[in-house]
């Protein structure tokens, strides 16, 4: 391990609500491979955008190379020499490997793009790197190892000396993340400071000399890798401390009824064989990290999107769904993680996404009443404390928390008695979240059950009964809630194959 | 002027809409004026009025159609072409195979409902985009227009024959005692298709879509039904407004109608319909047309060719899409 050729100090940001980074430090030495972690919504992904100047810091320094420095943009930060090497590639499919590896910066003959030039200079790259691929060929045609390599390739063009992979593994096979590693060790002896971000904890104690862990946009501590275990690592990474009463037992009672059963759901990738059962009145957690495959489960289930095969038994009678129509009919709703695109239409004033789907209720012959539906809107607008001046405000005008409301007024006018909550309280306030909460509880006091997809770990361990993690695609355990903790939860979480 | 638009009476017509029709009430004095001024025959007199009528009738019912597709956030290019197509082939039955009067006016809307049960089925079910299957069924109305009148121009029949006696669904009589039929049916159309637009399940589901799709299909909605029906209806409207076209002009040309195609969703976009979809006002596309038929009338009555008409169009449209654009980034 070398110099020091990085250094963040008391990095802290801020946005309306969150307070993301809060006086981070981190070191990046020449010649070694740091990992970052850190739980979802960490701040990990933040800080790197601070540094690459996609984010202006609040306060801080950030000491490159012995200078202070502040990038105003990546394209600043690329030209000095600190690149990421980002999780979704970002390709042109339709150009050749050159052309993408070149984009913005073509090498030119007076006005016309030296094609021949680009790719003479592509090979050299790839003979760095010690791998083999045609400049020529359309990125399109690569494979999303190769393509990866051609982002490496990219990144240590402009002259790198500092690289930061934002969860590269995440699509690649195993042999193509063996060639993936056997690059980053290539770089660091060439002297390269790397940071590595990836929840794969097998991979960080292959690849890396030290972890940097950070929760809650907190830095935590930083760890010589081999001299650490991982369960040191997922300790530091969930904390022990809890801020909120987990539940301690479950509230259902034992006999209580299947309402829902899955059976070998099997959808695209990111859904491979999920059985469980929910009961009723049950809180049923689903935990994971981002790509778990949860929220893919909740929409095959739902018939969002299409399914391979598995069998789905409601109250014991086996069902198909094919369409989300088809699950509503079953007496299903889903609250999306994504409200603005999949749960509210925001045009719309809060009658009509309340009656959104259960029109013909509001009928009278072919026209909808109009002072029905608004009785029923303020009927839930006053249940459930929604802050809205009238039932005929557009959506757009409302709070996160109270959008949400909007959307769990939609599914109780249709009275569904399966609920699914995918991240029901994210981007919400603290105070919007409590009343959430409350209101989940009282649903299920009520006889409805829910399926609740969330990544924050307190919220997993204060509402569910009984919980699914997943991992992969694959469930990889169940745990009932009196045995849960925060540990156990994470090494389900991070089980890979 | 806040406090103008804070008026409870404005605030039900709409303030855009009061601004249209101010624009309406100015242009008529301002082609009078000019007309005046360039020395030519009065703008001002009642035969021109019933000539820009005839042209709002056929105008009105394309634009009308139109609307429920855009407030889906789609677009027809075909209506123009379809509604010839619709006046060719019923023409020619009537004409040239002695089909009866009645039975021609039915196969008129029965054409254009084929159409849009096409691009409805096109658009929604097998989800191509719509400025795509438009022009493609564009191109196949001329077509199909033209083979089946062997590329002639059919001529229906005069008021005075036996069989002109649809004329009067335009006009009944003559000069200044005659009585403006079109402009009645037109009249209780738009208000007919503005209940649909506002206060059935139908036209609930259409602006909700048009606004986000994926949220209303996820509410257990079958969204395509009710995107196919915007079409169906669009193409229906088309057909209709052949027998109005036909009934003001009496002569249809085989390949043409693509022109009143930009016409009508011109007025669309004057009316305050979103491009983007969601939002939508029948009443607001009926000032539209007005418009539109008046500038036409004027251009015409300065002696000036129907290119100047194209060139005020393409920069009222590129006016009104701005508007819509500002006030949407206003509303974010």
Redesign the interface.
């Known amino acids: 391990m070398g110099d020091i050729i990085l250094t963040m100090k008391g990095i802290d940001k801020s946005f309306p609500g969150v307070h993301a980074l809060d006086h981070v430090d981190l070191e990046v030495r020449k010649g070694e491979v740091l990992a970052l972690m850190g739980e979802n919504g960490a701040g990990k992904s933040t800080l790197m955008k601070v540094l690459t100047g996609i984010y202006k810091k609040d306060e801080g320094t950030i000491t490159y190379e012995g200078k202070e420095i502040e990038f105003e943009n990546p394209r600043a930060a690329q030209a000095a020499g600190v690149v990421i090497v980002h999780q979704e590639l970002n390709m042109l499919s339709h150009l050749t490997v050159a052309q993408n590896i070149f984009i913005g910066r073509e090498i030119m003959n007076g006005q016309i793009i030296n094609d021949e030039k680009m790719n003479e200079e592509s090979v050299k790259l790839f003979q760095k790197l010690g791998i083999e691929i045609d400049p020529k060929e359309k990125m399109g045609n690569l494979t999303v190892g190769k393509q990866q390599m051609c982002e490496i390739a990219k990144a240590i063009s402009h002259d790198a000396k500092v690289i930061i992979f934002d969860e590269p593994s995440a699509a690649l096979t195993e042999a193509e993340i063996e060639e993936l590693f056997k690059i980053i060790r290539d770089l660091r002896d060439k002297g390269m400071g790397i940071v590595y971000i990836s929840h794969r904890m097998d991979e960080i104690k292959v690849i890396t000399d030290r972890v940097t862990v950070m929760r809650d946009g907190t830095y935590v501590g930083t760890l010589i890798t081999k001299d650490c275990t991982k369960d040191d690592i997922i300790n530091m990474m969930v904390g022990r401390v809890i801020y909120e009463d987990p539940k301690t037992q479950s509230a259902v009672a034992k006999d209580a009824p299947v309402v829902l059963k899955v059976e070998h759901l099997n959808a695209g990738k990111m859904v491979r064989d999920v059985s469980f059962e929910l009961h009723k009145g049950e809180i049923l957690g689903f935990s994971g990290l981002m790509g778990a495959g949860r929220t893919e489960t909740a929409r095959a289930l739902?018939g969002?999107d299409p399914k391979e095969g598995g069998d789905i038994y409601i109250n014991g009678e086996k069902v198909t769904i094919n369409?989300?129509?088809d699950?509503?009919?079953h007496g299903i709703g889903?609250l999306?993680e994504d409200r603005k695109?999949?749960?509210?239409?925001?045009?719309?004033s809060v009658a009509?996404n309340t009656t959104?789907?259960t029109?013909?209720e509001f009928?009278s012959g072919?026209?909808?009443n109009k002072k029905k539906e608004d009785e029923v809107a303020w009927k839930y607008v006053e249940s459930l404390k929604t802050k809205t001046p009238t039932v005929d405000t557009e959506v757009?005008n409302l709070s996160g928390g109270n959008q949400q409301k909007v959307v769990i007024a939609?599914w109780l006018t249709?009275n569904c008695d399966i609920l699914i909550f995918d991240e029901p309280t994210r981007g919400i306030d603290v105070g919007a979240k409590s009343e959430i909460y409350t209101l989940m509880n009282e649903l299920v006091a009520q006889g409805k059950s829910i399926i609740m997809i969330s990544s924050e770990m307190t919220e997993v361990l204060r509402m569910s009964d009984r919980i699914v993690v997943m991992c992969e695609g694959r469930k990889t355990g169940e745990i009932d809630i009196a045995e849960a903790t925060q540990e156990n939860i994470m090494q389900l979480a991070t089980q890979r194959n | 002027m806040e406090k103008f638009k804070q008026n409870p009476i404005v605030k039900k017509i709409g303030f855009n809409r009061i601004v249209l029709i101010g624009v309406l009430i100015l242009m008529y004095f301002l082609f009078g004026a000019l007309c005046a001024a360039m020395g030519r025959a009065s703008f001002f007199t009642l035969a021109r009025v019933y000539s820009a009528m005839n042209y709002a009738y056929f105008m009105g019912f394309l634009a009308i159609g139109v609307t429920f597709v855009i407030a889906t956030g789609g677009i027809d290019f075909s209506i123009g072409p379809v509604m010839f197509c619709s006046a060719l082939i019923s023409g020619y039955m009537l004409t040239k195979q002695n089909v009866p009067l009645i039975v021609c006016l039915i196969v008129s809307i029965i054409v254009g409902t084929i159409f849009g049960l096409i691009n409805g089925y096109l658009v929604a079910y097998l989800d191509m985009p719509s400025f795509i299957t438009s022009m493609a069924s564009m191109m196949l109305a001329k077509g199909i227009g033209s083979a089946y009148t062997k590329t002639q121009s059919v001529s229906w029949p005069q008021g005075t024959e036996a069989a002109g006696w649809y004329r009067n669904l335009v006009k009944i009589g003559n000069g200044s005692a005659a009585i403006p039929t079109g402009l009645i049916i037109l009249a209780i159309a738009s208000i007919i298709f503005a209940?649909i637009l506002n206060?059935?399940?139908a036209g609930?589901?259409i602006?909700?879509l048009g606004?986000?799709k994926?949220?209303?299909?996820?509410?257990?909605?079958?969204v395509r039904i009710w995107e196919a029906l915007a079409y169906i209806l669009c193409g229906m409207l088309a057909g209709i407004a052949a027998i109005f076209y036909v009934g003001a002009y009496t002569t249809v040309q085989p390949g043409m109608g693509d022109t009143f195609n930009n016409e009508a969703i011109a007025s669309c976009v004057m009316g305050g319909t979103s491009m983007s979809g969601?939002?939508a006002s029948i009443a607001g596309t009926f000032i539209g047309v007005l418009i539109i038929a008046m500038l036409q009338e004027g251009i015409l009555a300065m002696g000036f060719q129907k290119d100047y008409q194209f060139v005020i169009t393409g920069i009222i449209v590129i006016l009104a899409v701005y508007a819509d654009i500002r006030s949407r980034r206003r509303?974010?």
Request: glycine fraction near 8%; aromatic fraction near 10%.
């Open positions: 739902f969002a369409t989300p129509m699950a509503v009919n889903y999306s695109r999949y749960g509210i239409v925001v045009g719309k009509e959104m789907a029109l013909k009928m072919l026209f909808i757009v939609k249709r | 209940i206060k059935t399940k609930r589901y602006l909700c606004s986000n994926e949220a209303v299909r996820l509410s257990g909605v079958d969601g939002i509303r974010n």
